[in-house]
């Protein structure tokens, strides 16, 4: 038992509770409480599967996957709702994500899960958080841009979080499709998003058939980030660092299979945001154990750690830095990526500096307590 700053912790795996945490890689949806499943379940469900056809059409393109025969059902128990987020594979994984987009339908969905899902980060005291939306799975279900912009923004006036927002603008839906999302949304000059990134099917599309956009981006002043490296290999890595000129890497694991690539990360300090259990969950051969973050670290390439979909992968950004710590990373160096987080995070250089001040002050008095760790 030791104490800092007049709380008593029983060891470090509690502490990390309390850390001041940032979350750079966490899709809004992939968070959704199991109780706000219920409350849209129990609104929706017996709409969706007798008249909405987009619904069932993409319900019976799936049906061969075990977990969504749920949505066949009218009523689902909450203890029923963790069979939810079993997977047979990655495709398995982007199917589910994909159809709770059909469950957020108004204004007032989307209000009470970007309420829900702030509340659990100020509970885990993350005090800044990148969220990532996919804004054109709401627009199919009904909201409107305008709508889902006015969720978005009034989000950012929570108190006891700063988030801003990264636009998911996926990537299986195309080169021309991602660029009408993004010149949607660019008209309405939305200073809370910070960035554009691409996610879903990595294997659908090249990165480099998305350069013109990034430039694009780019040039309105926005960061990048995408989703690369996760099922994709280092080659795929290579083409989008080569392409699209990127402020971070969601994923990025495959780095570690090419020790040209792990140089090149390390040199120029371009971030990955990687998330453990995600990985673990969705990828074959991938365990704590094994997982490429102990490589990538040890090869000093700049890393952050986040969830991914937290409540898709039954974890927090808590339990991301316990594994850490599990898998024997020191107390400093999990306190040193924790750190990375605000430090490579998108926010104005004001923010960034009051952030970090923060977590250094936590942190004050802490070195005697590694020291008996
Ligand atoms: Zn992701």
Known sequence: MFNLHGVNYDNMLDLVYNLPKAELHLHLHGAISHEAIMILWNKYIQYLSTEDKSFVSYLNKNKHYDNLRYFYSPQILLHEIENLFVY???????????????????????????????SDLIKQNVLYAEITITV????????????????MDSACMKE??????IVDLVRNSGPDKAN?????????GPAFIKGFTLGGDEKSYSAHEFKFLYEKIRCH??????????????????DAIKNLELDRIGHGISAANDPYLLHYLEKKRLPLEVCITSNVTLLSD????NHPVTKLFSNGVCLTINTDDPTFFNTTLTDEYRHLLLMDFSVSEVLSLARNSFEVSFAPLPTKN???????????????LINTD
């Open 88 to 118: 047979e594979d990655f495709y398995n994984f982007l199917a589910t994500f994909g159809i709770f987009g059909f469950l957020i339908r108004k204004k007032d969905d989307l209000e009470m899960l970007i309420d829900d899902v702030l």
């Open 136 to 151: 054109s799975a709401y627009m199919r279900s009904g909201l409107t841009l305008e709508e889902v912009l006015e969720c």
């Open 160 to 165: 006891g979080i700063t988030i801003y927002w």
């Open 180 to 188: 009408s999302i993004f010149e949607d949304i660019n008209s309405y």
């Open 221 to 238: 002043n926005y960061h990048t980030t995408i989703h690369s490296g996760e099922v994709g290999t280092s080659e795929d890595l290579w």
């Open 286 to 289: 991938c365990t704590f154990a």
């Open 354 to 368: 009051e952030l970090l001040h923060k977590f250094d002050t936590f942190l004050v008095g802490i070195d005697e």
